[in-house]
């Protein structure tokens, strides 16, 4: 029976060749955690601190301004003086003209004023007819429809409107024409007065009311002019 050579065993606490053996003071010292001395510190980590952010540039420096030279007389201020008047509101000039009548005929002379007027221009809707006495055939017509449909076209003023001269409505048209077909002296000025007062631009008065003389070279029963 052959005889293999015995291996020899290797321990892994031996040490290579040329490395001496440890002691076993060293290798106590290796596994026994340390009691005394100083402690071990932990590594210290150094923060980067962070770069300044560079701000605005500065501008140019600002300049005062030049302050001015008190050296002279001090200056003045003028006082307001007053307020320049206002010129007062002027009221429109009312042409009056005279159409000389009978209370009989004022009638007639106020409807032939009309179709002068008319034909001259005027709208409708710019006359009104004001009766001092017995009120105008026409007023009466409109009268028969009922008083709402007769107001409703002074309201509406698109044609020639007829009414008493003591209407108290307050009514303005460019032309007013007044017939004196009757009433006393005293309430035919007064009829003129309020005739005046609803003119814008022309009254005309067929009768005797108001001035008792017309403008020079009226034709009698006529207006000087449209």
Known sequence: MPVFPEESEIHESLPGPGVPFPRESDAQALHAPATGGAPATAPTTVTAAPLPVPGPRPGPPRLAPPRADRSGPPRLIPKPG?????????????????????????????????????????????????????????????????????????????????????????????????????????????????????ATALLVVCGEAGPTTGAAGAAPGRPVKA
């Open 82 to 198: 007053p307020a320049p008047r206002r010129p007062a509101p002027t009221t429109p000039q009312v042409e009056v003209q005279l159409v000389a009548a009978t209370p009989a005929q004022a009638l007639e002379r106020a409807d032939d004023t009309v179709d002068l007027l008319l034909d001259a221009g005027r709208s409708p809707g710019d006359i009104l007819v004001l009766t001092v006495g017995e009120a105008h055939p026409w007023q009466q017509h409109e009268l028969s429809f009922g008083e709402e449909r007769y107001w409703a076209q002074l309201t509406e003023g698109g044609d020639v409107f007829y009414a008493d001269a003591a209407l108290t409505r307050p009514v303005r048209r460019e032309v007013v024409v007044l017939v004196v077909n009757g009433g006393s002296a005293a309430r035919a000025a007064e009829a003129y007065t309020e005739a005046l007062g609803r």
